[in-house]
């Protein structure tokens, strides 16, 4: 009795023990990664939440655009600096006006280039720079009305596809012929205007635009003050202005001479007859 007593507790303590998973040798906790540490492991998600990111920052359609003011010490010199490294980025200059004052010579010009020569065509032309004024860089994205274009003209296409096809089998009236020809027509005419913004947008996409104006300062010069002819000069110049005139009458009768001396015979023959009708009227 008292061995039974001992032995049911050591027979729970055992059950107890059996009932608890071991710990198997190889496994080990997993170590702590710190943020921005990769522990080795591939995360496909959101390798590929960054492959579409990619994708959308690639379709975006931007427009880039500089606007660019800075003194040089010459214009000239300057302005054909400019023109040998608008050409070395492959671009081109669109527009050019030159002016001065009584302060300073000014060039605005107006520079299109790739968008990948954009930064590095800014970078050199400040190289040039004695004094940099302005620098301005504006981006437009117009993604969402390229897209929206694109979609219009597809509708817009496929409706006016069925319209033709309606001309081509003439399955309807006369009247539904007019109004499918009216249709095609304005379709087309709104076909033709979205094609135009699309091809402007990609032309305005695919080049970036740099407003560039240089400036060279000078010494100030007076402006000349208005001159006023004197009396004597404005009536000498009255005199010669009237022989002008004469001169110019005489030149025509010149060229004209045929013409005079058919008037002066048509006015003689004219006196003559009426001589001779007022000599019988008298007899």
Known sequence: M???IFFIPFAFFIACN???PKPEKNMEAPEAVAPGYSSGLKEEKPQKAQDDSDTESDDRKMI?????SFQVAS???STKEIQNLVSKHKGFISSMNLSSTNRR????????????EFETLINDLKKGALFLDELSITSNDVTEEFVDIESRLKTKKEVRNRYIEILRNKTGSVKDVIEAENAIREITEEIEAKEGRLRYLRNQ?????ISLNIYQ?????????IYEKSYGQKILDSLKNGWT???SLILLLANIWPIVIIVLLILWRRKWIVRKISKRSDS
Request: glycine share 2%.
């Open 105 to 116: 010579i000014s060039n605005n010009l107006v520079i299109r280039l790739p968008n990948d």
């Open 245 to 247: 005139i004469i001169t």
């Open 2 to 4: 008292k061995l039974s």
């Open 64 to 68: 880039w655009k500089a606007k660019v």
């Open 205 to 209: 996409v695919s080049m970036s635009t």
């Open 217 to 225: 300062k000078v010494k100030f010069k007076a402006e000349p003050e």
């Open 18 to 20: 059996m009932g608890e």
């Open 75 to 77: 214009v000239d010199s």
